[in-house]
């Protein structure tokens, strides 16, 4: 089975110029969520979708914006690019949004694609 | 807003010694998933704990959950230079966010 997929795998940018980023999630996941990644804040959840639904949204501001299509895959967009916005977007998949308690515990692991090294310059 | 604090953000061992990470929630978990980020790589799904007080173990890894489920540790005993990398738990609360931990990077001193 193939892993998640993130295309490209670097990306340069100017600042103002606007990006998408594309994830394929693992055949038979419907849930994907990006993060983004810096060396000094960790990972920071951008926002997750199931069956073409944005579920849960992080603290980012409107100029970071996602979708998900039919098939599940799905692509965040950054506008007007900030300097800040450097940084490594990781896109994880799982069969099932976030579930509480103890039922059906293996659906939602999430599972990381290699992610989009991202520098704005 | 919910959080998930974890200690501490580096630690600094000799190869052989024990090595601890620890995260606590500003509320109560559903569950707590625990994951490895090799040094260049993504993060890698390691262990889910859902009962109140469960205590799992991979070879040198234990992983405890509290009596609250408030918070969660995972200990390495005599740890390897496989063990190198940044370990992130991460919460479920109860609005199925997933809340991840800053993560704590293991490093082995030469």
């Known amino acids: 089975k193939a892993g998640v997929t993130q295309t490209p795998r670097y990306l340069i940018k100017t600042r103002g110029q606007q990006v998408t980023l594309s994830c394929s999630p693992i055949s038979g996941h419907r849930s994907v969520s990006w993060y983004q990644q810096t060396p000094g804040q960790g990972l920071q959840f951008l926002f997750e979708y199931f069956s073409e639904t944005q579920r849960n949204k992080g603290n980012f501001p409107g100029r970071f914006s996602g979708r998900q299509f039919s098939n599940s895959r799905s692509e965040m967009n950054v506008s007007t690019l900030e300097l800040g916005d450097s940084a490594l977007y990781l896109c994880?998949?799982?069969?099932?949004?976030?579930?509480?308690?103890?039922?059906?515990?293996?659906?939602?692991?999430?599972?990381f694609g290699a992610g989009t090294r991202l520098s704005v310059l | 807003g919910q959080q998930v604090m974890q200690i501490p953000q580096y630690q600094h061992v000799q190869e052989g010694e024990d090595f601890t990470t620890y995260c606590n929630s500003s509320t109560t978990l559903s569950n707590i998933q625990w994951y490895k980020q090799r040094p260049g790589g993504h993060p890698v799904f390691l262990i889910q704990?859902?009962?109140s007080g469960e205590v799992k173990k991979q070879k040198r890894l234990t992983f405890q959950f509290g009596e609250a489920k408030k918070n969660s540790s995972l200990h390495i005993t005599a740890t390897q230079t496989t063990d190198v990398g940044t370990y992130f738990c991460a919460g479920r609360s109860s609005n199925y966010q997933l809340i991840w931990g800053a993560g704590t990077k293991l490093i082995i001193k030469p």
């Open positions: 994880a998949s799982s069969r099932e949004p976030g579930l509480a308690g103890g039922g059906f515990l293996a659906k939602n692991i999430q599972y």
């Open positions: 704990l859902v009962k």
